[in-house]
């Protein structure tokens, strides 16, 4: 059986709150053998630590998700450094930029702007660690690249859940970033992503869940969960023109290298 990770699993949300060791469990049996559980703000942040320390093959990124930042403390930097230094945080994240959702009834350009100054608060502290980050990005990409290009060389992205266009990708990769596919790839209306996947060469990607969210087909329209990457794996490796154990020997160093705390490869 071909080993892959889960790069980007919610695992701290209520979604998997009845069952999660039988969760993980099942993603263990389906070749899952890493899974890393994202921060969204810093109580999910804590609570995805708390699932590392608990199953030795979770690990954990603590950050703060841009749609959340009207909730955020004007300067999260010294708690994010406090929570950063545990050893299984892998990475900072989420974070980024995302204009498709309004900020209620705040004005929409301060909403941007509170938005790059959280932003680049988390980057800063990667930055300072060592670590790189989780980018998500929705609407948004021209200010995520702009945000993220004075760090280059202090820091590096993914940007998760990737679904713009093969010319988007190359752009993310020449500021030294990388990109990860979801169970968007199997859906019927995907074949933009497909695309895009087809022209990533292998080692400029990696697989994820965004579990709870983005069930793979044949469990398309239910819960998400990190055994699911084995059936993104499946499509991916069809368009890749490769095996099962080649993707999965792609994709996993290319997550160790990328999170050099997941240990040892």
């Known amino acids: ?28 049996d389906s070749g899952i053998t890493k899974i890393i ?11 995805a630590i708390e699932i590392a320390e608990k199953f030795p093959n979770v690990y954990a990124a603590v950050g703060w998700h841009p749609t959340h930042v009207m909730d955020a403390p004007e300067d999260l930097r010294p708690r994010l ?16 930029l995302d204009y498709h959702r309004t900020a209620g ?12 100054k959280i932003f680049q608060q988390q980057m800063e502290v990667a930055s300072e660690l060592g670590l790189n980050c989780i980018i998500h990005q929705r609407d948004s990409f ?29 752009r993310v990769f020449e500021i030294g970033c990388l990109v990860s596919f979801t169970g968007i790839v199997t859906f019927k209306n995907g074949a933009n992503v497909r695309e895009t996947l087809a022209a990533a060469d ?4 990696m697989l994820e869940t965004d579990c709870p969210f983005l069930a793979p087909v044949p ?31 792609a994709t996993c160093r290319t997550a160790h290298e990328f999170f050099p705390k997941l240990g040892k490869f």
């Open 81 to 96: 450094r406090e929570l950063a230094q545990h050893p299984k945080v892998v990475a900072i994240g989420e974070t980024g």
């Open 219 to 249: 469990f398309r329209g239910k819960r998400c969960e990190p055994g699911y990457v084995s059936q993104i794996a499946e499509v991916a490796a069809q368009v890749k023109h490769c095996s099962a154990e080649e993707l999965g020997a």
């Open 1 to 28: 059986m071909a080993s892959f990770y889960d790069t980007h699993a919610h695992l701290g949300f209520p979604d998997f709150q009845g069952d999660l060791a039988e969760t993980i469990h099942r993603a263990q």
């Open 202 to 205: 292998l080692g400029q990607f």
């Open 105 to 116: 009834d705040a004005d929409f350009e301060s909403y941007k702007r509170r938005q790059l």
């Open 142 to 170: 021209e200010d995520t690249l702009a945000a993220i290009k004075p760090f280059a060389g202090k820091t590096r992205g993914v940007f998760h859940c990737f679904s713009e266009s093969a010319d988007a990708m190359r």
């Open 37 to 47: 559980s994202i921060g969204t703000d810093f109580p999910g942040s804590v609570r």
